[in-house]
């Protein structure tokens, strides 16, 4: 059992429902175990009006990152081994993916829906046991740059700069790309253009999915977008993504050199690179499987007369039932209002209320102070040490409407949902996350100012209030509170 005296993991709130997050659960511990030898510790989810959070001692997840980098990433080998394991995983689910699009699900019997669902299913699953891992070597080799920085910086400053620097991904996110991709169209000519965005949208239809509901985006979304985007925007836009580029391998190269870095230093860079592109990647192949997953919930819905969000309240395990016919409806009722589940290897309990409720309640238990200086982790700087601004709480992207445009984004953590909203920040601050978290990736992307990892950072902030963000240190100052 998960001791709540001690420091505590945290991923999330997130908006989700159980089942497509289940998909990443469930993998996370035999399956995963088994082509590796380690998996995740001890978890506990919990899941409350459509919000989800992941939950586990905070020395064990240190611990396994440990491990996992040691022995299967940094030895050649084994990564060559990981990599294998990876690529086949990936093919075999877009393989899959493939026979759907060309199967008219509505058309195929029962028996034929069931069939091509547990075929998806397994291969889904097969994927995260492998993709649950990129978490791991980035906890890892994030501390492994640090501890390697502090040898070259004494200023704690000078340091944090350095580690943005290096922590930086040489690839543009699946997000940036798609924006690329799309301003290039605005170069097209008229018939060109109606051609282009129909590819685009084959290309991006799935791009604000998540693990809460999935929905296709059309050409007229897109075509909304650079609705009043000229030539001469959609130039500079390129323009400024190629220059970002060229910066970012540039700085890297320039600070290397500069630290006289050695081969073994240098590859713990080339790696933390190598895996925070891998969960990039791995994001947007999930969140083109959650569209599968939804259109085959949607066929069930039919025929068992139970709706798509209910049906999200089940297991893999539990669909794959669905499927062959039997009756889950009692099942989904005990499953609404508070569902948790307690997950180790060997072992998943459903409904564990009272490990919920303790963990909860040491949550709620924690009183802060409202004048504190948060601390977190500097994701991207500015030109300006300072940054001050108006906080906005965004705790869903939901309700990133009343984000204005220059005010301070405040959350527990981000994801690709989030996007649209976080062009609008002036600047960015999380509960949660380290500089290879989604925060920290997408505002070095946009030149946006962002603090990660504050804890608490929700808690204490409150809508309208004045903070002020020390781009160097890492610091909030509420400035004037609400």
């Not at 395990?317 to 209002?337: F, P, T, V, Y």
Request: charged share 30%; net charge negative; with cysteine.
């Amino acid at each position: 059992m998960i001791d709540t005296n001690k420091k505590l993991f945290r991923w999330g709130p997130i908006d989700a429902a159980p089942l497509p997050l289940a998909y990443t659960m469930v993998p996370s511990f035999d399956m995963m175990y088994d082509l590796f030898g380690i998996c995740w510790p001890e978890s506990l989810v919990i899941y409350d009006k459509d919000k989800a959070v992941w939950i586990i001692e905070n020395d064990k997840v240190i611990e396994t990152s440990r491990e996992f980098t040691d022995k299967i990433i940094i030895p050649d080998e084994q990564r060559k081994r990981f990599n294998h394991i990876w690529d086949q995983a990936v093919s075999k689910l877009f393989e899959v993916q493939d026979k759907i699009d060309k199967t008219n699900l509505s058309s195929i019997n029962d028996k034929e829906l069931a069939k091509i669902f547990k075929e998806w299913s397994q291969v889904y699953l097969n994927f995260w046991a492998v993709g649950m891992t990129g978490e791991f070597p980035n906890y890892a080799l994030e501390e492994k740059l640090k501890t390697m920085l502090k040898g070259y910086f004494d200023d704690e400053r000078d340091l944090n700069e350095a580690f943005a620097t290096l922590a930086t991904p040489t690839q543009m996110s699946f997000y940036k790309e798609e924006e690329s991709d799309l301003m290039s169209i605005v170069l097209l000519k008229d018939q060109e253009r109606d051609e282009a965005l129909k590819e685009h949208v084959r290309n991006y239809f799935w791009i604000y999915n998540n693990y809460l509901e999935s929905k296709i985006l059309d050409k007229g979304y897109f075509a909304e977008q650079i609705k009043h985007t000229t030539p001469e925007d959609a130039e500079e836009f390129l323009k400024a993504v190629k220059e970002y580029k060229e910066t970012v391998n540039q700085d890297k190269e320039n600070l290397i050199n500069k630290l006289t870095l050695s081969k073994e230093q240098v590859k713990i860079i080339n790696l933390l690179d190598e895996c925070i592109i891998f969960q990039d990647v791995r994001k947007s192949y999930n969140l083109k499987a959650d569209h599968y997953l939804e259109e085959f919930l949607k066929e069930f819905g039919k025929r068992r007369n139970v709706s798509v969000r209910d049906l999200k309240w089940l297991l893999p395990g539990e669909i794959e039932k669905l499927a062959d016919g039997e009756d889950m409806k009692n099942l989904i009722e005990k499953r609404k209002h508070i569902t948790t589940a307690l997950c180790d290897i060997g072992s998943l309990q459903i409904n564990v209320q009272n490990a919920a409720s303790k963990i909860n309640q040491q949550f709620e238990k924690q009183e802060f102070e409202k004048s504190v200086n948060l601390q977190g982790t500097v994701a991207c700087t500015s030109k300006n040490r300072y940054f001050r601004g108006i906080a906005k709480i965004v705790l869903s992207p939901k309700d990133g409407d009343k984000l204005k445009e220059g005010e301070i984004l405040v959350t527990t953590m981000t994801t690709p949902d989030y996007v649209i909203h976080m062009k609008r920040a002036g600047a960015i601050i999380t509960d949660v996350g380290g500089v290879t978290c989604h925060a920290a990736v997408v505002s070095r992307e946009f030149g946006i100012p962002c603090i990660v990892g504050t804890e608490y950072a929700t808690k204490v902030i409150k809508d309208g209030d004045i903070l002020e963000l020390h781009n160097l240190r890492g610091t909030v100052k509420i400035v004037s509170s609400k």
